[in-house]
C-alpha cells in the first residue's frame, strides 16, 4: 500500500468526541484541482474532522502539500473498498465529473440512477465549458454547492458523512 496514511503537517491526530467525520474520495479528473478549495471549506465548518482518499491518477492535479489533512492512497481500491462496505444509513454525496460525450451516454444515467437508488445523494454536474473544449453538462458542482450540501446535511446532526470528489464512487 502506498503511504496508507500520510499525515500532513498541521494536521489533527485527536479529534473532539463530538467531531463529524468526513471523507472526501477524490478521483483522476480534472476537477480534482478543486480539491484543496473543497478541503479549506471543509475546514472552515466547526466541529468538522477531514480526511482524504485519493486515487494515484488524481495526485496529478493537487499539490499533496496543499491539502492539510491526512490523506489515504492505494492506487485505485480504495474508494470502491469503502463504498462496498459503506453504512447504507450514513449520507454518501456523489459529484459526478466528466466530458460532455461521458455525461450523455446512457450507462451514465444507470449508473447515476443505481447510486441514487441506494440512497446516495447527487450533486449534479453543471453545463459550461469544459476543460477539453466541449460545451455542455459534465462538469463537477462548484465548491460552493458541495460546502452547501454539506452544510444542510450536517445540520441533521449526522455523526459522518462521504463526499467523493469527482466522478463516481
Known amino acids: 500500500m502506498d503511504d496508507l496514511a500520510k499525515e500532513i503537517p498541521g494536521s489533527t491526530t485527536s479529534r473532539p468526541a463530538s467531531a463529524v467525520n468526513v471523507l472526501v474520495g477524490v478521483t483522476g479528473s480534472v476537477a480534482a484541482l478543486k480539491l484543496p478549495l473543497l478541503v479549506s471549506g471543509l475546514l472552515q465548518i466547526p466541529g468538522v474532522e477531514v480526511q482524504v482518499v485519493t486515487t494515484e491518477r488524481a495526485k ?45 451516454h446512457p450507462i451514465t444515467a444507470e449508473q447515476i440512477e443505481r447510486l441514487c437508488n441506494f440512497g446516495y445523494i447527487e450533486i449534479a454536474c453543471i453545463e459550461k465549458t469544459l476543460m477539453c473544449g466541449d460545451k455542455g453538462y459534465g462538469a463537477m458542482a462548484e465548491v460552493s454547492t458541495i460546502l452547501e450540501k454539506v452544510r444542510e446535511l450536517l445540520s441533521k446532526n449526522l455523526p459522518h458523512l462521504t463526499v467523493s470528489v469527482p466522478g463516481y464512487v
Do not use: G
Not at 499533496?64 to 492512497?73: G, R
Not at 469503502?82 to 450523455?104: E, G, S
Open 60 to 104: 496529478h492535479f493537487y499539490s499533496i502539500q496543499d491539502i492539510p489533512v491526512p490523506i489515504y492512497s492505494d492506487d485505485d481500491e480504495w474508494k470502491t473498498c469503502i463504498v462496498r462496505a459503506w453504512d447504507l444509513k450514513k449520507p454518501l454525496l456523489f459529484c459526478p465529473a466528466m466530458n460532455t460525450a461521458m455525461w450523455d
